[in-house]
């Protein structure tokens, strides 16, 4: 009973952390790639009004929407964007999930509403 | 006769920056018109967490507080097929240059204590 206590222990940590990134990595990463350049102070006052606030935002999105500048040639995924596709480029998936995490860790002021 | 060319090239490119700015300012959005329109977003995108499972499991984004001009734009990208995604192209395509405009208003008006959305 014990055992099985510790295995369901285990799993359930394993299945929390699947997804989670390494926050100190990416933040690292952010910084030292300056995405700051375009997407503002704070990752939340862009410096074109084109450019999105990211601060905050869903860590799973982040991850799905930096990946999906890397799909190159598929006709249902993907990101055509010069910028982000040239930025993205020189990223592992992992770079890419520990840059997630860091930007979803950020307060902003993204909001859920109707 | 220089002096004439210099003119009318003046004329010429004050005239296109007149007429640019009067053709960014057909689309600009409402937030009021928005508040009408957003049916076809709230399904997802109005839910806490809600998830997408195309083509991986993740929540869709906050819209909320995000600039209304990269709203605008990421709708522009999915109908032009520049952004692929089934359902997101699917519904860009069924929207106007003034829906995406009005949409991006009202979401990009939205704070913390935005009052619900009345049609909603």
Same mark, same amino acid.
């Given at each position: 009973?014990?055992?099985?206590?510790?295995?369901?222990?285990?799993?359930?940590?394993?299945?929390?952390? %699947?997804?989670?990134?390494?926050?100190?990595? #990416?933040?690292? /990463? $952010?910084?030292? @790639? &300056?995405?700051?350049?375009?997407?503002?102070?704070?990752?939340?006052?862009?410096?074109?009004?084109?450019?999105?606030?990211?601060?905050?935002?869903?860590?799973?999105?982040?991850?799905? %929407?930096?990946?999906?500048?890397?799909?190159? #040639?598929?006709? /249902? $995924?993907?990101? @055509? &964007?010069?910028?982000?596709?040239?930025?993205?480029?020189?990223?592992?998936?992992?770079?890419?999930?520990?840059?997630?995490?860091?930007?979803?860790?950020?307060?902003?002021?993204?909001?859920?509403?109707? | 006769?220089?002096?004439?060319?210099?003119?009318?090239?003046?004329?010429?490119?004050?005239?296109?920056?007149?007429?640019?700015?009067?053709?960014?300012?057909?689309?600009?959005?409402?937030?009021?018109?928005?508040?009408?329109?957003?049916?076809?977003?709230?399904?997802?995108?109005?839910?806490?967490?809600?998830?997408?499972?195309?083509?991986?499991?993740?929540?869709?984004?906050?819209?909320?507080?995000?600039?209304?001009?990269?709203?605008?734009?990421?709708?522009?990208?999915?109908?032009?097929?520049?952004?692929?995604?089934?359902?997101?192209?699917?519904?860009?395509?069924?929207?106007?240059?003034?829906?995406?405009?009005?949409?991006?208003?009202?979401?990009?008006?939205?704070?913390?204590?935005?009052?619900?959305?009345?049609?909603?």
């Amino acid at each position: 009973m014990t055992k099985s206590a510790l295995i369901l222990t285990l799993l359930s940590a394993s299945i929390g952390s %699947a997804f989670a990134g390494n926050v100190a990595k #990416g933040k690292e /990463l $952010v910084e030292k @790639n &300056n995405c700051a350049a375009c997407h503002g102070a704070g990752l939340k006052a862009p410096v074109a009004a084109a450019y999105p606030k990211i601060a905050g935002q869903y860590e799973d999105y982040l991850y799905y %929407a930096l990946k999906s500048y890397k799909v190159d #040639g598929n006709s /249902l $995924v993907g990101r @055509n &964007n010069a910028i982000m596709q040239s930025q993205v480029k020189q990223f592992s998936d992992k770079d890419l999930k520990d840059m997630a995490a860091y930007i979803a860790s950020i307060p902003g002021d993204l909001i859920v509403k109707k | 006769m220089n002096k004439a060319i210099v003119t009318s090239l003046g004329a010429a490119v004050f005239a296109s920056l007149f007429s640019f700015t009067a053709r960014a300012q057909d689309t600009k959005g409402s937030a009021k018109a928005g508040e009408a329109k957003v049916w076809i977003c709230v399904g997802c995108h109005a839910i806490n967490d809600y998830r997408a499972d195309w083509p991986q499991v993740y929540r869709v984004p906050k819209l909320g507080g995000q600039n209304a001009d990269y709203i605008a734009a990421s709708l522009k990208a999915y109908k032009s097929g520049e952004r692929k995604h089934p359902t997101m192209r699917a519904i860009a395509g069924s929207l106007t240059d003034q829906d995406m405009a009005d949409l991006a208003a009202y979401y990009s008006a939205q704070t913390p204590t935005s009052p619900r959305n009345p049609l909603k």
